[in-house]
């Protein structure tokens, strides 16, 4: 196994190092696409079954829309479409055939539409409600589906950008605008829950800008988090679609006035893509590390040993303690292939970045001890077999409050608030991790762009929770009442 | 709404009536995909639930594989290709855009190689295991994925047959071909284990002719189960895949006596389709049934009332039951709207197939009874509040066993042996319900082949769970040791 470039030498290395050692995923033969491996699946699996249930305790049911999405549909919303022209994978044919010893596209199959692989489903999801919406009763209609996208990509990375990628998306159909405001702003925030305390990554909620908003949305909210590198990256959008796509859609409802009115709509959605902020959050230069609350395994225990006399005892104490600690986290791990030396299991276990390694051995055994590692600190102690499950419950907690504790100091660290652009320009041009930096704007995209142009710096969110104050706009001074986070951006 | 159209007039009809009905799927403005709503979506999840528990109990692992897979890939193996080339659907561009005013595929963005969107992902994956599988270690490799998948279909039909439809797909190498085989036969009982406990559907499992078998398998194994009209209805498959895929992707390990080999493959998979096994078997001309191992929702609970001092009372009486019987089945569903009649909610829970439903009314608290309703038999009942979830909890169990009898009654019916061909060719052509008949055959295609084109009758599956007999041929006369199940089927 190839040796994990540190975060010092090559920071973009050591991610796709780390998804290697942790056995996480891996390219695939479709230019673009990766291969989730199981482990990475399990965790997947984690986010996919705490957001679930936060989907659905907040009323959304799920149901699913086909992948495929005509291009008279797709192009009904024209701001929509202007959106995700460029990134678009398109069915032309149905059937191969032979020719000449070949397999070749039968031509004589072309579809007289062709089909978009669907990049987002607001446009087939919304011809459904325009069916299901008649009267206020139906109101709200809130919906969800997990499912596969598509969308066209370039220059790709595992996790963060990937052609076809899995997420949720959440489409929801209100009486009034006030109640699509604040469904947008509930789904934001159960998303900031989810991330903040199960992924133990803090975020900052915001507005984005008029140019970063999602295509055809009224305005787009995010999450943005910090990576190790200081570079932002946005963990989930929750956009209040106004009115566009009910209109594009004809998605309209008797109201209890009598009168037919259009409804107002949200979208929002969260990817795989999380599953590269948890890596670049948490991880070490030693592999993966997995916050417990969301680790598919919390506990492994590795039985050490020489002789088949102490193979014999080690691992029957081995097994009755998985047994025991089966109470705090039912997917305890016992590792006890017999072809594997303990030192590759540690290794093995610490590129997975399980919470906690257990290791026992004739000596522990002896002492009616055990050893319990912590991934993240690396710390060692020998416990008593008596006090291990309480021992393990309590560092696991304080695990999972101290990675967040971790991100954040380093987050606070590298926030800054610059009121100068020379300075400004200074910061993103030399320093090694830049950060988030608070500055005034005047909220014209011009300012945005040249920015963006100048520095490769983009804006991420008009953070929700400041206060107003007066403040000139970072580029060309003009008036401006609340900053806005400036960074470079995965 | 439409009424139900009877089974008696028009069985075909009715299926898609009570699709309608009871609000499960909807065609969608793609053709041949249909939509499946909230309601039709939480049965599926239901199925997987329990599914995704045996899978992983049996000691698979998910993971996830890409949507497209490159021609060049798809065509390794000859006959799995030749299988699927004729139901494809390929993408060959990736960018729309601006032409005259129209949105069009822009020709410059023709992809160097199509992609195929996955008809099943044998290729795709075994790519995947020839890189994960060096050693003896690496095996047994046990693989599950959920996902959507797409096959070309000119005559589809809601859940039984769509041209996108979810599904999940097991892959899995051994180091020998017993393993291979006790594998594809374990996953079989699987399958067989959840249509016959959870969906109450009596399966018959037997093995797949030459001609019915997968696309580059060994041999194939399938349940098989009779819907109300006597048809056959194929719920589950489980191949045995031999060394094909192996050879064709080159999948090797190096084995304990250090010679290398090819692995030993099965795969197995069910889809969606299994929802339109569960409507056709257990549904009548009022609506749905769902059985109550499967149903997401077990029991419904209608206020009835007419002055406002009654709702108080009533809907007060409603929610202290709703929380009793919750200790049943967290999904009881107090049904409050006010703007509905509790007829037409008798009628929309009816349709939904909803196992039990209590009304409770001013009268029945009186009393200290509630009215409960069992959907399958309609039997209403008068019990006392003290005796409900009792009742309740034997009502539940008891529907369950009585529609699993009662399909299995209806099967057993409809079963016969027949050794004659000219009384064989006058069953299927004149029998309102022809069910499965057992005959013997020679094992020839052609003989096969020649009751297809007469008949449009097809060979089902060889029961694995039958006497060896000698008989004779039903087509050729020529011996045989066995018997095959004849069916029109789905």
Same mark, same amino acid.
């Given at each position: 196994?190839k ?6 030498? +090559? ?6 190092d780390?998804?290697?050692? $942790?056995?996480?995923?891996?390219n695939?033969?479709t230019?673009? @696409? ?15 079954? /705490? ?9 959304h049911?799920?149901?699913?829309f086909?992948l ?5 549909l797709l192009? *009904? ?5 202007a ?8 069915v ?5 055939m032979?020719?000449? &010893?070949?397999?070749v596209?039968?031509?004589? @199959?072309r !579809?007289?539409?062709?089909?978009? /692989?669907?990049?987002?489903? %607001? ?5 459904s409600?325009?069916k299901?919406i008649?009267?206020?009763r ?9 499912a596969?996208?598509v ?5 790709t990375r595992?996790?963060?950008r ?7 998306e959440?489409?929801?159909a209100?009486?009034?605008? %006030?109640e699509?405001e604040t ?5 934001l925030?159960?998303?900031?829950d989810f991330?903040? +305390?199960?992924l133990?990554?803090p975020?900052? $909620? &915001?507005?984005?800008?008029? @140019? ?8 787009t909210?995010?999450i943005?988090?910090m990576?190790?590198? =200081? *570079?932002?990256l946005q963990?989930g959008?929750?956009?209040? !679609? ?8 004809d998605v309209?409802f008797a109201d ?6 259009f ?7 969260v ?7 948890l890596?670049?959050?948490?991880s070490?230069? #030693? =592999?993966?590390?997995?916050?417990? $609350?969301i ?14 006399e102490?193979?014999?005892t080690v691992?029957?104490?081995?097994q009755a303690?998985?047994v025991? !600690? *089966? ?6 791990? !016992?590792?006890?292939?017999d072809?594997?030396?303990p030192?590759?299991k540690?290794?093995?276990? %610490?590129?997975? &970045?399980?919470p906690?390694?257990i ?12 050893v319990?590692?912590?991934r993240?600190?690396? %710390?060692?102690?020998s416990?008593?077999?008596?006090e291990v ?5 309590g560092?696991?907690?304080q ?6 504790? *971790?991100?954040l100091?380093?987050?606070?660290e590298?926030?800054? #608030?610059i009121?100068?652009y020379e300075?400004f320009?200074k910061?993103?041009?030399? $320093?090694?991790?830049?950060g988030f930096?608070?500055?005034?704007w005047c909220?014209d ?6 920015i963006?142009?100048?520095?490769q710096?983009t804006?991420r ?6 206060k ?7 580029k ?9 986070i400036?960074?470079?951006?995965y």
């Amino acid at each position: 196994m190839k040796k994990i470039t540190s975060r010092a030498e +090559n920071y973009s290395e050591w991610y796709l190092d780390i998804i290697d050692a $942790a056995d996480l995923a891996e390219n695939s033969v479709t230019k673009g @696409s990766m291969v989730i491996k199981p482990y990475g699946y399990s965790i997947w699996e984690n986010f996919q079954k /705490v957001l679930d249930k936060k989907i659905k305790d907040t009323g959304h049911k799920n149901a699913y829309f086909p992948l495929f999405i005509p291009k008279s549909l797709l192009t *009904k919303e024209a701001k929509h479409v202007a959106g995700f022209a460029k990134e678009t994978a398109i069915v032309t044919h149905h059937r191969l055939m032979e020719k000449d &010893g070949e397999i070749v596209v039968d031509p004589d @199959s072309r !579809l007289s539409e062709e089909l978009i /692989v669907r990049p987002t489903s %607001e446009t087939i999801i919304y011809d459904s409600f325009s069916k299901w919406i008649h009267s206020w009763r139906d109101l709200p209609l809130l919906i969800n589906q997990w499912a596969n996208v598509v969308r066209w990509e370039l220059r790709t990375r595992p996790f963060l950008r990937t052609t076809e990628f899995l997420w949720q998306e959440g489409h929801t159909a209100h009486a009034t605008e %006030e109640e699509a405001e604040t469904e947008a702003l509930k789904m934001l925030k159960e998303y900031q829950d989810f991330v903040e +305390n199960y992924l133990a990554i803090p975020v900052i $909620a &915001g507005r984005k800008t008029e @140019s970063e908003k999602f295509a055809g949305a009224l305005h787009t909210y995010s999450i943005e988090s910090m990576m190790q590198d =200081g *570079k932002a990256l946005q963990t989930g959008t929750s956009h209040n !679609l106004g009115q566009n796509f009910a209109q594009a859609f004809d998605v309209k409802f008797a109201d209890k006035d009598g009168k037919e009115k259009f409804v107002w709509q949200t979208s929002w959605g969260v990817s795989t893509r999380m599953v590269g902020a948890l890596i670049m959050t948490h991880s070490d230069d #030693q =592999g993966l590390i997995v916050p417990p $609350a969301i680790a598919p395994v919390k506990i492994v225990i590795v039985p050490v040993y020489k002789t088949p006399e102490e193979a014999d005892t080690v691992l029957k104490a081995a097994q009755a303690l998985c047994v025991e !600690l *089966k109470s705090i986290d039912e997917n305890t791990h !016992l590792d006890d292939r017999d072809y594997e030396t303990p030192g590759s299991k540690f290794n093995e276990w %610490e590129k997975k &970045g399980i919470p906690i390694r257990i290791e026992i051995g004739p000596k522990d055994i002896a002492n009616n001890s055990v050893v319990v590692v912590r991934r993240d600190t690396k %710390e060692k102690n020998s416990i008593a077999i008596s006090e291990v499950v309480e021992n393990v419950k309590g560092l696991l907690v304080q695990m999972q409050k101290d990675l967040f504790a *971790k991100a954040l100091a380093l987050r606070n660290e590298h926030t800054y #608030q610059i009121d100068d652009y020379e300075e400004f320009k200074k910061h993103f041009e030399t $320093a090694a991790i830049p950060g988030f930096v608070y500055s005034h704007w005047c909220g014209d995209a011009v300012c945005e762009q040249q920015i963006s142009d100048d520095l490769q710096v983009t804006t991420r969110c008009i953070p929700l929770d400041q206060k107003e104050e007066s403040g000139k706009c970072i580029k060309c001074g003009k008036d401006s009442k609340k900053r806005i986070i400036f960074a470079k951006a995965y």
